[in-house]
């Protein structure tokens, strides 16, 4: 057999097993088939409360013009994010709840990590850029309409979004540039890299070595920012004597700290670890609880806790009593 011959069946062979795999299949919560049905109905119920949340929190900062302020127009991006986030997530985790064998295409897969990613960094991005805002507006009052100016505002909110498209398209392309010759089952409930990275049929070390490395890099460059800015934040606090003064500060500061504990505690867990010790079911749980429950409790907290909120919700429903009288 010539050289030649024997390089073309080599190649052959490659190229068979790098695209051995078309499908994936999804096992979700396959190992508690009793708990599916009441899983399917809980988290249908999730996902269409998340959906009006952040729809109402979105279309009432659009009517509203008063609210047009970057401490508002950032918290629109957010509830864009939080509602895209969950649409990516959670449909196709309904269809592997209510099917006995859910597959998903190779290219679906791809598709759905790549807007994971970018919903999850853009998230981290804009809960750094809102720790800012907090900081401009408590700790420098005066300067605040310069610090947070409408030109800071746009840089910010897009820096936040082709930051995470930048990261999001690297790291998506490289995951699925690897062969992947089976098994093809994902033991999660999405087609996030770290699950699908345990199928891949190649040596990981340097892609490892890069994630946890960029992936560091772009969670805690924004909560550094975020922690220092709330150590100046809470020593501004303290000095207020308004005791009013204190106690609105603290109000718009929760509201933020509650959603950046929810979003960093759980998913860090996933992300900062090039060979998770938490088994699979553990994973999953996490993986819950900044897909489902970090997008569902957004809203509430935000315009549960906050007054402008509340009067600006109740206005618009207000205008729309009398349309209806008229």
Same mark, same amino acid.
């Given at each position: 057999?010539?050289?030649?011959?024997?390089?073309?069946?080599?190649?052959?062979?490659?190229?068979?097993? %790098?695209?051995?795999?078309? &499908?994936?299949?999804?096992?979700?919560?396959?190992?508690?088939?009793?708990?599916?049905?009441? *899983?399917?109905?809980?988290?249908?119920?999730?996902?269409?409360?998340? *959906?009006?949340?952040?729809?109402?929190?979105?279309?009432?900062?659009?009517? %509203?013009? +008063?609210? !047009?302020?970057?401490?508002?127009?950032?918290?629109?991006?957010?509830?864009?994010?939080?509602?895209?986030?969950?649409?990516?997530?959670?449909?196709?985790?309904?269809?592997?709840?209510?099917? &006995?064998?859910?597959?998903? +295409?190779?290219?679906?897969?791809?598709?759905?990590?790549?807007?994971?990613?970018?919903?999850?960094?853009? &998230?981290?991005?804009?809960?750094?850029?809102?720790?800012? %805002?907090? =900081?401009?507006?408590?700790?420098?009052?005066?300067?605040?309409?310069?610090?947070?100016? $409408?030109?800071?505002?746009? $840089?910010?909110?897009? =820096?936040?979004?082709?930051? @995470?498209?930048?990261?999001?398209?690297?790291?998506?392309?490289?995951?699925? +540039?690897?062969?992947?010759?089976?098994?093809? &089952?994902?033991? !999660?409930?999405?087609?996030?890299?770290?699950?699908?990275?345990?199928?891949?049929?190649?040596?990981?070390? =340097?892609?490892?070595?890069?994630?946890?490395? @960029?992936?560091?890099?772009?969670?805690?460059?924004?909560?550094?920012?975020?922690?220092?800015?709330?150590?100046?934040?809470?020593?501004?606090?303290?000095?207020?004597?308004?005791?009013? @003064?204190?106690?609105?500060?603290?109000?718009?500061?929760?509201? !933020?700290?509650? +959603?950046?504990?929810?979003?960093?505690?759980?998913?860090?867990?996933?992300?900062?670890?090039?060979?998770?010790?938490?088994?699979?079911?553990?994973?999953?749980? *996490?993986?819950?609880?900044?897909?489902?429950?970090?997008?569902?409790?957004?809203?509430?907290?935000?315009?549960?806790?906050?007054?402008?909120?509340?009067?600006?919700?109740?206005?618009?429903?207000?205008?729309?009593?009398?349309?209806?009288?008229?």
């Amino acid at each position: 057999m010539s050289p030649r011959t024997t390089q073309g069946s080599t190649s052959t062979m490659r190229r068979q097993n %790098d695209s051995s795999v078309f &499908e994936f299949i999804l096992l979700g919560f396959s190992d508690f088939p009793e708990h599916q049905p009441h *899983m399917y109905g809980a988290f249908l119920v999730i996902y269409l409360v998340t *959906m009006v949340g952040n729809a109402l929190i979105i279309s009432v900062i659009f009517l %509203d013009h +008063s609210l !047009h302020i970057p401490m508002y127009l950032f918290l629109q991006n957010l509830s864009v994010v939080e509602a895209s986030f969950s649409t990516t997530i959670t449909p196709e985790m309904l269809v592997v709840l209510s099917t &006995e064998r859910a597959t998903i +295409s190779f290219r679906y897969c791809f598709a759905q990590m790549y807007f994971i990613l970018l919903f999850g960094v853009t &998230e981290c991005f804009l809960l750094g850029s809102m720790a800012y %805002d907090r =900081f401009a507006a408590i700790c420098h009052p005066l300067s605040y309409p310069v610090m947070m100016n $409408k030109g800071v505002f746009v $840089k910010l909110v897009v =820096f936040s979004w082709v930051s @995470g498209t930048m990261m999001t398209t690297v790291q998506t392309t490289w995951v699925f +540039s690897f062969p992947y010759c089976g098994p093809n &089952e994902i033991n !999660h409930i999405s087609c996030e890299s770290p699950a699908v990275l345990e199928l891949a049929c190649a040596d990981l070390f =340097f892609f490892e070595i890069y994630a946890f490395a @960029g992936t560091t890099l772009l969670v805690m460059v924004p909560f550094l920012l975020i922690l220092l800015s709330y150590i100046r934040i809470l020593f501004a606090i303290l000095k207020m004597s308004s005791t009013t @003064g204190r106690q609105k500060a603290f109000s718009t500061c929760a509201s !933020h700290l509650t +959603s950046v504990t929810l979003f960093y505690g759980t998913a860090s867990m996933n992300y900062l670890q090039p060979k998770s010790r938490y088994s699979p079911d553990t994973k999953k749980l *996490m993986s819950l609880a900044y897909s489902l429950l970090t997008p569902l409790l957004n809203p509430l907290i935000y315009s549960l806790r906050n007054n402008e909120m509340k009067r600006a919700v109740m206005k618009l429903w207000q205008r729309k009593m009398v349309f209806r009288t008229m």
